[in-house]
């Protein structure tokens, strides 16, 4: 079992540059770990219900790799300010029945489309992410390969004594970059859902 690590952003860049810098330290020992990114705004009513679908998450990462998982929340109103999910067909190779593709990513919808994706039974986006270490940093190096190569520099000194030093410097210089960048159909050729 590994040890316990904290890393710790020298300040906000957004939630890409916190998922990669992670990432990285992940992936410099075991890259093929399964990890989980969980938001720390959220409210969750039912621990057990929301980890029982993380731990699904888990497992139709475990049958498939190459997947990164996204949970869904189902939506019990016409919500303006979050994003929603329409959800696609299923996953293949993938045998959890609950998994589907993400057909598109609605953001910020009018109030008529927001009803709609409710009564269609479209999903809340979580921002909860599972997937392997290597499949994550794949997915943000082919949707925003100048950050991902602006930490070509840092990695060496991470898990070192030198680290803190380097992250900072490389921080400085970095612009601020949210997951919605990378975690869309469009650069997830494979993300399923759980519902």
């Known amino acids: 079992m590994r040890e316990p690590a904290v890393v710790v952003q020298p300040e906000n860049r957004g939630t ?11 992936a410099q020992s075991t890259p093929n770990d ?25 497992e139709g990462c475990r049958q498939r790799t190459d997947l990164v998982t996204l949970l869904g929340i189902p939506a019990d109103s016409a919500e303006l300010g ?7 067909g299923p996953v293949a190779g993938c045998h959890l029945v609950d998994f589907r593709r993400v057909r598109h990513f609605w953001e910020k919808p009018t109030v008529a489309q927001a009803e709609e ?69 469009a650069r997830c050729s494979r993300p399923c859902l759980p519902t």
């Open 16 to 26: 890409t540059l916190a998922v990669l810098y992670a990432l990285f330290r992940i």
């Open 34 to 58: 399964l990890v989980a990114f969980l938001p720390s705004d959220h409210f969750i009513s039912n621990d057990q219900v929301f980890m029982a679908h993380v731990n699904q998450a888990f």
């Open 82 to 88: 979050y994003g929603w999910i329409e959800p696609g």
């Open 117 to 185: 994706f409710q009564a269609q039974g479209w999903f809340w986006n979580s921002f909860v992410m599972v997937g392997c270490a290597f499949t994550m940093l794949e997915l943000i190096k082919q949707a925003v390969p100048s950050v991902y190569e602006a930490f070509a520099p840092v990695r060496p000194a991470l898990g070192t004594l030198g680290e803190t030093e380097a992250i900072e410097r490389l921080y400085c210089g970095l612009p601020s970059v949210d997951c919605r960048q990378w975690i869309s159909p």
